[in-house]
């Protein structure tokens, strides 16, 4: 049995210490002068999904459906005037035979205290909590996905002016995952430096730093200007990792550049193109490693809806248009044309390694997604949505099986949240 290391120990400890002080004053929270400051949110969320052909071979009767739930309770007091505390249980489940990497499960998702510093000031969270950053590309909180995730963690923020640093050190939460799908999280730390929000243009930078049988540096930036009618929005995002992981040597880089143009139209239409790139490795035996790691990103609004890759040997061409037919009401289709950066290097998906022909003889060309996403809020409290996925196999695929086929997903899902 792999042990725990001092660090991860001391974080789960403390995350179970935030959760207990929290109930501690709940339990006579009626009665006393902090029942006030009591607050509840409750988060339910169902979801139908059917895939067809996940292993895009039609000799092979590999077809998906299932049920997904997902429910949280939270409960936040304020126990003095520096201190707040939150706590929130989850209850995921599911029914079909979904590749999940959880199944059903009850556990305490978050559970922090927290020392607020205002607007302008130093913050202090320590326990268990959701961490995300900018595009959510290398730190999320996977929301998308059934259990998400969470962290241990100490978090300091500081905001001055348009300006936050967050200083944090953490471990990721493994909830239930399967044994087979088990491994190693190690450490986390890191550097966030951000610049504006809202209608002002944001400017990130940032050092990250995982400590998994090695040491793994992932610095960048981000740069994104807001989008409104009548004008040209862009993104673009670089990063570069160094490090020894495994006793190889890790040199790798990525970027990302969008641009879009919402018009002054009815529907208010915009219009988008992205390119992501993520070098992949040559040589995969060699004593370098130069596929870039994602580190713990969420992969399902970036990469195609049916989150078949990630930000890891991709070169990933996206079109997008998108509509708002009514005030509650948005609908998007999004054109992928999906190629290995490396063609001796691996196709890897959201969580594993898909495909790999080490040759390179298979070429590049992956193949081709489109997707179409509904989005409606029938009030203030319940969201609606679909979607639906088509995955044309290109050649990479073909020249590997011999029965070669397309694949398809959609999904149904509703959110109520209080």
């Known amino acids: ?26 339990a006579g929270a009626q009665a ?62 599911r029914s079909g035979d979904l590749s999940q990497r959880v199944t059903n499960l009850t556990t305490l998702h978050q559970g922090y ?61 493994t909830k239930g995952y399967q044994p087979r799908n088990n491994p190693p999280q190690g450490s986390f730390h890191g550097l966030y430096m951000t610049s504006g929000s809202g209608k002002k ?37 670089l990063a ?15 970027g990302v550049l969008s641009a879009g143009y919402t018009l002054t139209a009815p529907w208010t239409p915009r219009i988008g193109v992205e390119y992501a790139y993520s070098p ?10 130069k596929t870039f790691d994602p580190l713990y990103p969420t992969t399902h609004p970036y990469y195609g809806i049916m989150d078949y890759f990630a930000w890891r040997n991709l070169r990933n061409l996206r079109a997008s248009l998108s509509v708002n037919p009514l005030p509650r009401l948005r609908v998007a289709v999004d054109y992928h044309d999906m190629r290995l950066a490396s063609a001796e290097d691996g196709w890897y998906g959201s969580n594993a390694l898909r495909m ?15 997707d179409l996403q509904v989005d409606y809020r029938l009030g203030p409290r319940t969201a609606l949505s679909a979607g639906y996925g088509h995955f ?16 398809d997903w959609g999904y149904l899902q509703a959110t109520y949240s209080y």
């Not at 981000?222 to 929005?233: E, N």
């Not at 790999?356 to 997604?369: A, I, L, M, P, Y």
């Not at 044309?392 to 694949?407: C, L, N, V």
Request: aromatic share 8%.
């Open 201 to 237: 243009t944001v400017k990130d930078a940032y050092a990250l730093l995982r400590w998994r049988d090695g040491n793994l540096w992932t610095y960048g930036g981000r740069v994104r200007t807001p989008a409104a009618p009548g004008r040209v929005d862009w993104m673009a995002e």
């Open 32 to 93: 006393g002068p902090i029942a006030s400051g009591v607050r509840m949110d409750i988060e339910w969320r169902h979801r139908v999904e059917a895939r067809g052909n996940n292993d895009f071979d039609a000799a092979q009767d590999d077809g998906q459906t299932g049920y997904l739930t997902r429910f949280r309770l939270g409960m936040g007091a304020r126990l003095s005037p520096g201190l707040t505390a939150y706590a929130q249980l989850q209850d995921v489940r």
């Open 1 to 26: 049995m792999r042990q725990k290391s001092s660090h991860g120990v001391l974080l789960s400890v403390v995350a179970s210490a935030s959760a207990l002080a929290l109930l501690i004053p709940l």
């Open 113 to 173: 205290l927290d020392f607020p510093g205002g607007k302008e000031g130093t913050s202090l969270r320590v326990g268990r909590q959701e961490i995300a950053f900018g595009e959510k590309r290398l730190v999320s909180d996977s929301g998308w996905s059934n259990s998400a995730r969470t962290f241990d963690a100490v978090r300091l923020t500081h905001r001055a002016g348009p300006y936050t640093l967050d200083l944090f050190s953490a471990n990721v939460v």
């Open 240 to 254: 570069w990792q160094t490090g020894r992981q495994q006793g190889r040597k890790h040199q790798a880089h990525a």
């Open 280 to 289: 992949g490795d040559s040589n995969p035996d060699d004593p370098v490693v």
């Open 392 to 407: 044309f196999a290109g050649s990479y695929i073909t020249r590997q099986k011999a029965a070669a086929t397309d694949s």
């Open 356 to 370: 790999q022909d080490k040759s390179g003889r298979s070429g590049r060309h992956v193949g081709r997604e489109i």
